[in-house]
């Protein structure tokens, strides 16, 4: 099969067991996790290594931000094999319990995106995949960190007028947080027969307690820095658990 051409890759260079971030420079961060680190390919937005965990072959490969890159991130790297997949992100809490740095697994997503709507009605539900959800959680727990199981909310835009009034109405729902790619990749995940799990970093408390967040700023920076690492830890564990 040919060359992708969003991410630049083809089938022999993509393993089944993939890592999925938003931010191309988290690439190079999650790169310190695995051993015989190959640098893949960089376009536009999708910056992509290959690398080994635990005896197993894994690419990690970013999306950019919102769905659309997402998506074509997805389908270009199922075309080239990819099976297994999971999302390293960070998220926006709607819930004043989770902290800068805890860990948000998501067992499913609200379609607030455009992206998974050109796929499939909002009927179609975006669900993540229970073996993976299940790796995850088993991680968070062997290492007793914090961690918050449950729905969140994608969404395509940050700079909406009526923000707050969003964020609180989600919160009243009981929903974890906000990221932006979540729902595009459970839905087209599900499409495509591969299994897809999300695991999100929070690095934004819920509205009433950003002072508090902003009072200890450098505490704040090293959580979200663990935070991230410890997300990409457990994407590594349940991607070597199935
Ligand atoms: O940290 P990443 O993976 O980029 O994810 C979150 O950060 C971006 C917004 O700042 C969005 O892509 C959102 O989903
Ligand atoms: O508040 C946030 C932070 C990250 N990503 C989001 O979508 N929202």
Redesign the pocket.
């Known amino acids: 099969m040919s060359l992708q051409p969003h991410i630049l890759l083809t089938p022999s260079q993509v393993s089944e067991r993939v890592i999925l971030?938003?931010?191309p420079a988290?690439v190079n961060r999650i790169a310190v996790l695995l051993s015989d680190v190959k640098p893949l390919a960089s376009n536009r937005e999708f910056t992509s290594i290959s690398g080994e965990f635990h005896g197993q072959q894994i690419t990690v490969c970013s999306?950019?931000?919102?769905a659309p890159s997402a998506v074509i991130a997805l389908e270009e790297l199922v075309k080239c094999g990819a099976k297994y997949l999971i999302?390293?992100?960070?998220?926006g809490a709607y819930q004043s319990h989770i902290g800068l740095g805890d860990m948000i697994i998501a067992e499913a997503a609200v379609r607030d995106d455009g992206g998974s709507s050109s796929y499939a009605p909002l009927s179609f539900p975006a669900v993540a995949n229970r073996a993976l959800v299940n790796g995850l959680c088993d991680y968070m727990k062997h290492q007793h960190e914090n961690h918050h199981c449950g729905v969140v909310r994608?969404h395509d835009s940050?700079y909406i007028d009526n923000e707050l009034e969003v964020c609180r109405k989600w919160h009243q729902l009981g929903i974890l947080g906000?990221?932006?790619?979540?729902a595009a990749l459970f839905t087209v995940g599900r499409l495509r027969r591969v299994a897809v799990a999300s695991v999100?970093?929070n690095?934004v408390m819920y509205g009433e307690d950003v002072a508090d967040g902003i009072n200890d700023y450098v505490g704040a920076e090293r959580a979200m820095m663990h935070g991230e690492l410890l997300a990409a830890r457990a994407a590594l564990s349940a991607l070597t658990a199935v």
């Open positions: 971030c938003g931010d988290r999306t950019g931000i919102g999302r390293v992100g960070s998220a994608s940050f906000a990221d932006m790619e979540t999100l970093n690095v």
